[in-house]
């Protein structure tokens, strides 16, 4: 698959995203590496990146396998990563870490405000509880964060629950769900080896356009991890002025 042209017919900028939990590469590294080489992003949020032992070093071995570097994440947003291409510049970044649940994982979002060009946005990831008690206070987290952002907003999840849910309904208030924006809320993300829900999400400020949706089920991706990445072309705003 091809990358997006850089400019849509409208002047505003073509941006492609990939959200993808590589379950902490356990499965087929080299799959994993040539799903994303294949599908060429812009930018990729991971969930279940490196965070423990050397994840400095694993992370950016992991962004050279597909092509990428790192703009932000890793053990500092426990486990939550963004990459960007060549293409995307990247400057101020910050990470989230939501409280402790005593006997549970410590989870949190990492953030990068990023342009290409005059087209200025900010990417956040998270990845949150399997716990349906702990889920809706961190998602709570969440949306606060993401309401201090000013500029057109993409963010990528493993929400570890359908649409429906309450921590799904608190992320989404106000962002363009980029599956429904498509009609292909229907488009399950896990697992690979039965697909029966549609818990990796990807979100939207309003003022950017969805042009293309895509779960992306091949064999490669069913060897490279046990969720399916999500791809979306999105037109950023152009800025006014």
Known sequence: MTQPASTDQTGGTRLRVLSYNIHSQKDDRTALAAVVRGLAPD?????EAPRRFRWRQKCAALAESFGMVVAEGGLPSLGNL???????????????????????????AVFAECSIGPARFVVAGSHLSTDPTERPGQATLLKKALAEVSLPLIVGADLNENSGGAAWRTIADGCTDAAVAADLGDRYTYSCANP????????????????????????????????FPVLVDLVLPTPAG
Request: aromatic fraction near 6%; glycine fraction near 4%; charge should be positive.
């Open 196 to 227: 029966r829900d549609r818990i990796d999400a990807l979100f939207v400020d309003p003022r950017i356009e969805v042009a293309k949706y895509d779960v992306v089920d091949t064999p490669e991706a069913r060897r490279a991890s046990d969720h």
């Open 82 to 108: 963004v990459l960007t291409s060549l293409r995307v510049r990247v400057g101020e970044t910050w990470c989230l870490q939501y409280p402790l649940t005593p006997g549970r994982h410590m989870r949190g």
């Open 43 to 47: 930018v990729v949020i991971v969930q």
